[in-house]
């Protein structure tokens, strides 16, 4: 497949699968709160991955064929890293898938007592973090340094706001409702879930500050594969959340705690 890769091609695209996640996550919710078929929430949820892993993880540069033989070139460390990059995401799943088969060995068919408004809200807010990000990435590749740093800074401000609507909103909440991490297995399961996603929302802003330093001092204009790690796991991040939404949110009879 050849992938086209001007600048205003690839914003457009940027866009267009913004708005696919956008009208899915909301299809999502309409399922889970008219239907309650948890077969289709699976297939929404797993078409967001796919849209999320191929056009802004960009999986496909993995199998981009490089005839670059000279291992100190920056060409080779380039493919080099970014194989690397992607086995510590497969490995760092393994984290997630286990959090996730506890949720489903521990809960089954259930799910907690949560707000599923305020689960809407803070997902569209990292589902517009993960559109900036994409954009900020673009213009970058295409030497536009301002818009990458504009762009960089609006998705930091919309990881504070997620990770802030987790923590200082949708714990308070479910602690009122009487969920805690040692009231039960649905208060365990949930504090597991969304303290390790929240801590690696913290780290993710962590990358994004490093790397909108370094741009601001013009290390990437040439060189700029620090830029590319930092969006992709920025969108894993993202990618993250797209299947512990619906396990934490969506799929199950409501039982209360």
């Known amino acids: ?10 914003l457009n695209q940027g866009v267009l699968i913004f708005v696919y996640l956008g009208v899915l996550s909301l299809i999502e919710y309409f399922i889970a709160i008219a239907f309650d078929a948890v077969p289709l929430l699976v297939v929404v949820l797993l078409i967001k ?4 892993t191929y056009y802004y993880m960009h999986i496909y540069k993995l199998n981009l064929e490089s005839h670059v033989e000279d291992e100190g070139s920056y060409e080779y460390k380039t493919g080099t890293n970014r194989l690397g990059l992607w086995l510590f995401l497969v490995s760092d799943s ?3 898938a286990g959090l996730m088969v506890t949720r489903m060995n521990l809960l089954g068919l ?3 007592p949560l707000n599923q408004v305020l689960g809407l809200l803070i997902t569209m807010v990292l589902l517009v973090s993960s559109f900036f990000m994409n954009r900020g990435e673009t213009l970058m590749n295409n030497g536009d340094r301002k818009g990458y740093l504009r762009n960089i800074l609006i ?3 919309l990881g504070v706001v ?4 987790v923590v200082t909103v949708e714990w308070p909440t479910a602690i009122r409702e009487g969920l805690t991490p040692s009231s039960g297995p649905y208060g ?3 504090f597991m879930m969304t303290g390790m996603h929240a801590f690696h929302v913290v780290t993710g802003l962590i990358f994004l500050m490093i790397v909108y330093r370094n741009a601001r001092k013009g290390l990437y204009d040439q060189k700029n594969y620090p830029i590319e790690a930092a969006a992709v796991y920025w969108h894993f991040v993202d990618l993250v959340w797209i299947f512990y939404y619906p396990a934490l949110y969506l799929i199950g009879a409501l039982v209360l705690s």
């Open 1 to 10: 497949m050849i992938h086209v890769q001007d600048k205003k091609t690839m």
């Open 49 to 52: 991955a796919v849209l999320v």
């Open 94 to 96: 393994f984290v997630f």
């Open 110 to 112: 259930t799910r907690p």
């Open 155 to 157: 998705t930091f401000i």
């Open 162 to 165: 997620f990770l802030l609507g």
């Open 188 to 190: 365990a399961v949930f």
